[in-house]
């Protein structure tokens, strides 16, 4: 596609429940990234994706956090019972091969609210 | 540790005015550095980048930055602002090997008309 396309642009969950949240990269991206911005904070690095291999998962803030990407494109950010601490904007990034994430391209985001 | 710091949480600066944003990094190496805008409801867009190479690197929208390897710094200048530079600019960097931006906290910019 054009850009990086994330989905739903918002969310609106009650606490507990689970969600989850799409991301489609550029056509032909391998590296995907996923970051959360919560409000007045900068971006906090939660998952890379080299393929569909996560060789780092080092920002996953808990194991109600897990994240696949398949075919190598279509990521889904999974947040199971979901608290008002995961309040925030996801957002998903995606770079061309061979350069790492040196230059990294970003959605939109989502904007994820727990009630 | 590996960390990009913001010291200007929020900066105001009449239109036309010049604009300098503050960006410093801790890093035993040279890591690759970038400066991104978000302006509202949108998604970040790089403005520019450093690897190597020039110190003063030429961006998109007429920003400019000085990478300063004895200050740890990678300030961001542009000459003029226009009201449309109204955004939140973050400073990021990548250890060289490394596989991940890691961001500053953000500066954000108000311009008074």
């Known amino acids: 596609g054009a850009g990086v396309s994330q989905s739903p642009s918002n969310k609106v969950t009650e606490k507990g429940k689970d969600v989850e949240l799409r991301c489609d990269p550029i056509?032909?991206?391998?590296?995907l990234y996923w970051y959360r911005q919560s409000l007045g904070q900068g971006l906090e690095f939660l998952i890379y994706?080299?393929?569909?291999?996560?060789?780092?998962k080092s920002g996953l803030p808990s194991d109600r956090f897990s994240a696949e990407r398949t075919g190598g494109s279509v990521s889904t950010l999974t947040i199971q019972r979901t608290q008002q601490e995961d309040s925030a904007v996801y957002l998903c990034?995606?770079?061309?091969?061979?350069?790492?994430?040196?230059?990294?391209?970003f959605g939109q985001g989502t904007r994820l609210t727990v009630v | 540790a590996q960390s990009v710091t913001q010291p200007d949480i929020h900066i105001t600066v009449s239109e036309g005015a010049s604009l300098e944003l503050r960006c410093n990094y801790s890093?035993?190496?040279?890591?690759?550095l970038f400066w991104y805008v978000q302006s509202p409801g949108q998604g970040l867009q790089l403005l520019l980048k450093?690897?190597?190479?020039?110190?003063l690197v030429q961006g998109i929208k007429g920003f400019e930055a000085e990478f300063k390897r004895s200050q740890s710094s990678f300030n961001l200048r542009k000459p003029s602002v226009h009201w449309s530079d109204a955004a939140e600019y973050f400073c990021?960097?990548?250890?060289?090997?490394?596989?991940?931006?890691?961001f500053g906290q953000g500066t954000r910019l108000t311009i008074n008309p």
């Open positions: 890093y035993g190496a040279t890591p690759y």
């Open positions: 990021a960097f990548l250890s060289q090997g490394a596989q991940k931006l890691v």
């Open positions: 056509s032909g991206h391998t590296a």
């Open positions: 450093y690897f190597s190479g020039d110190t």
């Open positions: 994706f080299q393929g569909n291999s996560a060789p780092d």
């Open positions: 990034a995606s770079s061309w091969p061979g350069q790492g994430n040196t230059e990294a391209f």
